[in-house]
């Protein structure tokens, strides 16, 4: 009996330290994937600029208001950095979390940027996040087909890697090995403690540890 419950126990110890490892390494700098400046998480400018729009949530203001004020900021982002994934990325979560969001048009509309912009691995990965959850098969054929097109873009991996932990698509294995790619790529990106920690991989994380 004692054994059963010393497994458990050990198992969120290994978990909570790799988290901690990486939240101490996390702290020096901004993660770059390792050829053709694809990055992993926001420059420090972007993170900035982004902290912006989480601000607005502190004000006193009525819903409406706040996300109107958090799109306006956004908007005027995306002007300022129209490729740069990670205002993107935060445009399109804003986008598609209000009450009256029209998500048919959202998906129109992103489907529609993937067409016209085939070669851009933002365009094509933003798609796929979005009809994750909608039409989580196509998001899996466009994930994998970025990966296969563009190996050198981190973000497909951490997207597989979340959706082989979902139930209806759950496959340990996938999971496991989409992970290790995303690490490998971005070694310490904060992004990682969220895969992390819905992880039940001892091994995994034993590795991790050792490398940190």
Do not use: H
């Amino acid at each position: 009996m004692k054994s059963e419950l010393l497994i458990p126990s050990r198992r969120m110890a290994l978990r909570r330290g790799v988290i901690a490892c990486l939240l101490i390494i996390s702290g020096f700098g901004v993660a770059v994937a390792q050829s053709k400046g694809y990055s992993c998480d926001p420059s420090p400018d972007v993170k900035a600029e982004l902290k912006k729009i989480d601000k607005v949530a502190d004000e006193d203001l009525l819903y409406k208001q706040r996300r109107e004020r958090q799109l306006a900021i956004a908007q005027e982002l995306l002007k300022k950095y129209p490729d740069d994934y990670f205002v993107r990325r935060r445009y399109q979560d804003l986008r598609r979390s209000g009450f009256d969001s029209d998500i048919e048009a959202l998906v129109a509309e992103y489907r529609a940027q993937m067409e016209q912009r085939p070669n851009d691995p933002v365009a094509v990965n933003l798609y796929a996040r979005l009809v994750t959850g909608r039409n989580t098969k196509e998001a899996i054929e466009k994930m994998e087909q970025l990966i296969a097109s563009t190996p050198d873009f981190p973000q497909p991996y951490y997207g597989l890697a979340q959706i082989y932990t979902y139930p209806n698509f759950r496959d340990p294995t996938k999971s496991k090995e989409n992970l290790k790619k995303w690490i490998a790529k971005c070694p310490d990106s904060t992004s990682t403690l969220n895969l992390l920690s819905r992880s039940d991989d001892k091994e995994l994380m034993g590795e991790i540890a050792r490398k940190l």
